[in-house]
């Protein structure tokens, strides 16, 4: 079963406009990640947020957390055509062992 | 280090074939999972090994799927027979459990398809 539900399922600007993602939980959790996958390639991680953090930055990303609406967010700014993939949520639901994924959301960033 | 590595990349089989996907994770981590990509369904978890002992296999879809990990540096994942319903793409990863990060490494995948 998913944990997080990413939203919108696919979205398509034009370079350097804002890209933003958001995902829901189910259950409670200890961190919430994001992760990138390029077209026919791995998932790759990319940041981790807390669940005693709310807000955190990675160069051009910017999570948010909101453990009381069990919601999170992925901005990424300035977007680039290389910014061109999937992105999904994360989370290990329930202190448990297993990560879960959402379905993610397909970015398509137009030069 | 060379990340997760997976083999096969690609693979075409038919229906009734044996399909053995195989992983190496990143030296070091302690935990090992399996994972399956579809359009419809997303990325399921199928298995999960923690110092090499399968601690939670609820996510393999039948008996037909098997998963194994020998040793530390080693894990199979064997369809027998396949069906075209395999068809997916089927990750591998790896984490240090403990490591404040709680990342997973991903292998590039195995692309099966049944015919």
């Known amino acids: 079963s998913q944990q997080g539900e990413e939203d919108p399922q696919a979205l398509s600007i034009q370079e350097g406009e804002n890209a933003t993602m958001n995902c829901s939980y189910k259950?409670?959790?200890?961190?919430l990640q994001w992760y990138r996958q390029n077209s026919g390639r791995g998932l790759v991680h990319l940041i981790l947020?807390?669940?005693?953090?709310r807000e955190k930055h990675s160069g051009r990303l910017r999570v948010t957390l909101d453990t009381s609406k069990k919601s999170s967010s992925l901005l990424i700014t300035a977007s680039r055509a290389a910014d061109t993939a999937s992105y999904f949520c994360?989370?290990?639901?329930?202190?448990?062992?297993?990560?879960?994924f959402g379905k993610g959301t397909k970015l398509t960033v137009n030069p | 280090d060379a990340g997760v590595i997976q083999s096969p990349r690609h693979e075409v089989t038919e229906m009734g074939q044996e399909v053995t996907l195989r992983c190496k994770p990143i030296?070091?981590?302690?935990?090992l999972f399996w994972y399956r990509q579809t359009m419809m369904r997303g990325l399921e978890l199928l298995i999960y090994?923690?110092?090499?002992?399968?601690?939670?296999d609820s996510g393999m879809p039948e008996d037909r799927f098997s998963a194994k990990m020998p040793n530390a540096s080693f894990s199979t994942l064997k369809i027998q027979p396949s069906e075209p319903r395999d068809s997916a793409v089927y990750f591998c990863?790896?984490?240090?459990?403990?490591?404040?990060?709680?990342?997973?490494?991903f292998g590039e995948g195995s692309r099966l398809t049944v015919l």
């Open positions: 994360a989370s290990f639901p329930g202190g448990s062992e297993k990560l879960v």
């Open positions: 259950t409670s959790i200890n961190n």
């Open positions: 947020i807390r669940s005693n953090e």
């Open positions: 030296s070091g981590h302690n935990s």
């Open positions: 090994f923690n110092n090499n002992v399968p601690i939670d």
């Open positions: 990863a790896s984490i240090l459990r403990g490591a404040n990060t709680g990342e997973l490494f």
